[in-house]
């Protein structure tokens, strides 16, 4: 693929900003009944963020039926029931309220809810069956509450299966979101862990973009911006929640690559921690990734398989005499440092050095498309190779 191609499609009305989750009242929404998608944990109600946008919903006359079963690396059954939850009560939209779990989980709710059969007829990849969807989903709001996964406007959510030990990433383009509402005002409560584990999420679906086969003359410098931001500003946000200018530039840099990522795609480093957490369901996204990042990028910098992009990276890093593509893994451990996340262990998660190679196999059946993405080629060993070494 060249530099100069490139396919851009964003029907998702992005609405970015302090204080714009007021503009909700005044926003045309594509439905007269939401299914509103929460999670199963506290954090929207207890800081009266759910409050607010049923008040907001109220002022607009649209009705509304509260779904609140998402969890951490949601499962298909999450998915399923939250679809029959829209289907009895005849919602018509789905308005998703949450962090990465919720957006995720909002875009197969949004395809079960209006077509037969399982999550798992749909999926490509893994034992999925890969069959086209039959009907339109139902339209997709969302507002983000944390700045990780970039779902908030684009058409991707990855969803486990727990009975089969897969986690993949599912979508149609049909299925971007309506409109989108990112509002760093509702992240100031984000506790420090789960802010310092998305913004590394956000960091490295850019990084990934930057050193993806399919980069292009658009996605390189929304992604090298995004990088910028979130270097820079992670760590203050992390040290402090209220840090509001902070919390937008980590909020721009996740959100701009929901937009690197269509315009792009991932690599493989997202296929081997999507195996990782498929075994081990507490284990946090953005925790994973850290724990493998170092070795993953090492791997392509040995091989000098795209030296200029690390040295741009390392750049945008900070690191502005950079010259050589090593600099961009001592940037990428001192903002690991500064963010208080450089001493992760597998171990702590129950991950055993003897599963690398179940890890490799798995990273590779589930999602194998993105190994297609790497700069080089990297082996099924290579995989497995990467694991053992950052493990701890």
């Known amino acids: 693929m060249g530099m100069m191609d490139f396919n851009l499609f964003t029907p998702t009305n992005l609405i970015f900003g302090r204080g714009k989750l007021d503009e909700l009242a005044n926003l045309e929404l594509p439905g007269k009944k939401a299914l509103l998608l929460i999670s199963n944990g506290k954090s929207v109600k207890v800081n009266g963020t759910l409050d607010r946008v049923t008040a907001l919903l109220g002022k607009t006359g649209t009705a509304y039926v509260i779904c609140g079963n998402v969890h951490e690396n949601p499962s298909k059954e999450v998915v399923m029931e939250a679809a029959a939850c829209a289907k009895d009560n005849a919602c018509d939209f789905i308005l998703a309220l949450g962090g990465g779990a919720v957006l995720d989980s909002a875009v197969a709710v949004s395809a079960m809810a209006t077509n037969p059969g399982d999550l798992w007829d749909y999926v490509n990849g893994g034992t999925g069956k890969g069959m086209p969807l039959q009907n339109p989903g139902l339209p997709i709001v969302t507002i983000a509450?944390?700045?990780?996964?970039?779902?908030?406007?684009?058409?991707?959510?990855?969803?486990?299966?727990?009975?089969?030990?897969?986690?993949?990433?599912?979508?149609?383009?049909?299925?971007?979101?309506?409109l989108a509402i990112v509002d760093p005002e509702l992240m100031r409560t984000v506790p420090a862990k789960y802010t310092a584990y998305q913004g590394f999420d956000a960091l490295f679906h850019n990084t990934e973009v930057m050193i993806s086969r399919s980069l292009n003359v658009l996605s390189e410098p929304i992604a090298l911006s995004a990088i910028e931001h979130i270097a820079k500003y992670l760590p203050r946000a992390v040290k402090d929640g209220d840090d509001i200018e902070a919390r937008e530039a980590v909020a721009y840099g996740s959100t701009i690559a929901g937009l690197t990522m269509q315009l792009t795609s991932t690599t493989a480093e997202h296929s081997m921690e999507h195996a990782m957490s498929a075994y081990h369901y507490d284990l946090p996204h953005g925790a994973g990734l850290i724990m493998i990042s170092n070795e993953f990028y090492r791997f392509f910098i040995e091989r000098h398989a795209c030296d200029e992009r690390f040295v741009k990276m390392a750049r945008a890093m900070g690191r502005e005499d950079?010259?050589?593509?090593?600099?961009?893994?001592?940037?990428?451990?001192?903002?690991?440092?500064?963010?208080?996340?450089?001493?992760?262990?597998?171990?702590?998660?129950?991950?055993?050095?003897?599963?690398?190679?179940?890890?490799?196999?798995?990273?590779?059946?589930?999602?194998?498309?993105?190994?297609?993405?790497?700069?080089?080629?990297?082996?099924?060993?290579?995989?497995?190779?990467?694991?053992?070494?950052?493990?701890?």
């Open 145 to 178: 509450t944390t700045s990780g996964t970039g779902s908030e406007i684009n058409c991707w959510g990855v969803i486990s299966n727990h009975e089969t030990k897969e986690k993949i990433g599912f979508g149609y383009p049909s299925l971007n979101p309506v």
């Open 322 to 392: 950079a010259s050589k593509p090593e600099d961009f893994l001592s940037a990428l451990v001192d903002l690991q440092k500064a963010c208080g996340v450089d001493n992760l262990k597998m171990s702590d998660y129950g991950i055993r050095k003897e599963e690398c190679d179940t890890l490799a196999r798995n990273a590779r059946e589930t999602m194998g498309g993105l190994f297609a993405a790497n700069p080089c080629e990297m082996t099924h060993e290579d995989c497995r190779g990467i694991f053992e070494r950052a493990y701890r």
